[in-house]
């Protein structure tokens, strides 16, 4: 028996995690006849299948006003309390329209009841499910208890009853092992574990001839050692051991390339990078604006690649975490079969490393050990091939399609009764 699934977030477009992870769900629920659709206040969905809301999204001036008073303060004026209920019973009311107008079955929450970034979405989510016992499924990409930025705040009281709530018709996903247990100690609620997943079972596209002028095009030689940092330039990232691990190197073609932009949070991290790596003589490369969602051409007429097609052409993978909800760009190392040093963040102590990944680790700080790990790594073929084929098939048992059709199986079926996947 197929259903209407209907996906409610506050973005799902570009590459983020809650983005990309919603797209694998709905690829997974498709295969098996289940129908999905969109709510968001910024999308890249098909317009016939989706509803757009401005006010679900976490930049809308409106929304950012209320972070702006609630985060950071200890108490609240009666006027933002005032703003958060009306704007929450607006969205509230969207959501009737969009479950009537696509004659929706079963609600997923992407972390839309997880982190407060738009406080009215979640309030509205919530007094929605209070009001019909709809059935939902809340998947929680990152609590805001793990986030110092939501620590001082002015919304204790809206926190508890919505990020997330309480209620019987609600079936929690967490994604890994601390969330789980995080949210059963301070909400007492169970979950299901549900871990970020890629299709292993399809092996990467071979390098065609777009992607063969990557290189050129950011001004790296074939017989350059490209050292690929696959993220955002923001502090958590760690970025400052990547480029300390290339100047303990000591080799000239050995060179640093960040395949992102800062993001939301400022540019002065990338600065002092640029320093850093400018005073250990470090060959840094920022090429966020080289690297987009799709192929693509830029104004000047050059060409934007995808961050496959960086992972591609990429010797090494650098991932020095100081902290990750789980680590999407680990799992995409081991699928496009490259080395990797891995900063052991908590997530991927408990949730990774048992499952015994070859990966070089460190533990927040780089030793002769770790540098000479690398070293052996970029020169001995064989023992290279041999780690990243072993990561591969590991990532596969573990961390493919066939999990995540699993474990939605058990979630759907929770609902219906029946075993649709």
């Known amino acids: 028996m197929s259903s209407k699934i209907g996906f409610i977030g506050t973005r799902f477009a570009g590459t ?70 009306a704007l929450a019973d607006y969205l509230k009311g969207t959501i009737y329209d969009f479950v009537r107008k696509f004659e929706i079955d079963i609600l997923i929450a992407q972390n839309a009841l997880t982190i407060p970034m738009n406080i009215p979405l979640g309030v509205a989510l919530t007094q929605f499910v209070a009001e019909t016992a709809f059935p939902t ?18 919304v204790g009281d809206i926190l508890s009853m919505a990020f997330p709530p309480a209620l019987p018709s609600i079936q929690h996903v967490t994604i890994n092992s601390f969330a789980q247990e995080d949210l059963s100690h301070r909400c007492g609620q169970s979950s299901i574990l549900v871990p970020n997943v890629i299709k292993f079972e399809e092996e990467p596209p071979e390098p065609d001839d777009y992607v063969k002028d990557f290189r050129k095009d950011i001004n790296i030689a074939d017989d350059d050692i490209l050292f690929l940092q696959p993220t955002r330039v923001v502090p958590r990232k760690g970025i400052e051991h990547a480029i300390s691990l290339v100047a303990a190197l000591k080799n000239d073609k050995c060179k640093l390339v960040v395949s992102h932009e800062s993001g939301d949070e400022g540019d002065e991290y990338m600065h002092a990078l640029a320093e850093i790596a400018e005073h250990q003589g470090v060959d840094l490369r920022f090429v966020g604006h080289r690297v987009s969602d799709y192929r693509e051409d830029d104004p000047e007429g050059g060409k934007k690649y995808t961050l ?61 050990d770790v540098v000479a ?31 995540l059709r699993r474990k939605l199986r058990a979630l759907i079926t929770n609902f219906t009764g029946l075993e649709d996947l």
């Open 16 to 85: 983020d995690g809650v983005s990309l992870e919603s797209a694998k769900w709905a690829e997974v629920l498709w295969d098996h006849r289940h129908v999905s659709y969109w709510y968001a206040g910024k999308l890249d969905r098909s317009p016939d299948i989706s509803m757009f809301v401005p006010h679900a999204h976490f930049a809308h001036p409106d929304i950012m006003w209320i972070n702006e008073q609630v985060f950071g303060k200890h108490a609240r004026q009666p006027d933002v309390t005032q703003r958060i209920y």
């Open 137 to 154: 499924i809340a998947h929680h990409h990152d609590f805001y208890w793990e986030r110092d930025r939501f620590s001082v705040n002015a």
């Open 308 to 368: 496959a097609d960086a992972y591609s052409q990429a010797d090494f993978i650098t991932y020095p975490s100081i902290y990750e909800g789980f680590g999407n760009a680990l799992l995409e190392a081991f699928y496009y079969r490259k080395p990797v040093l891995v900063n052991r963040y908590s997530i991927f102590i408990a949730d990774i490393e048992p499952r015994e990944f070859q990966v070089i680790t460190m533990n927040g700080y780089l030793t002769r």
């Open 373 to 403: 790990h690398v070293q052996k790594t970029i020169r001995d073929e064989q023992y290279r091939q041999e780690m990243v084929e072993k990561n591969y098939e590991l990532a596969k048992a573990f961390f493919s399609y066939t999990v």
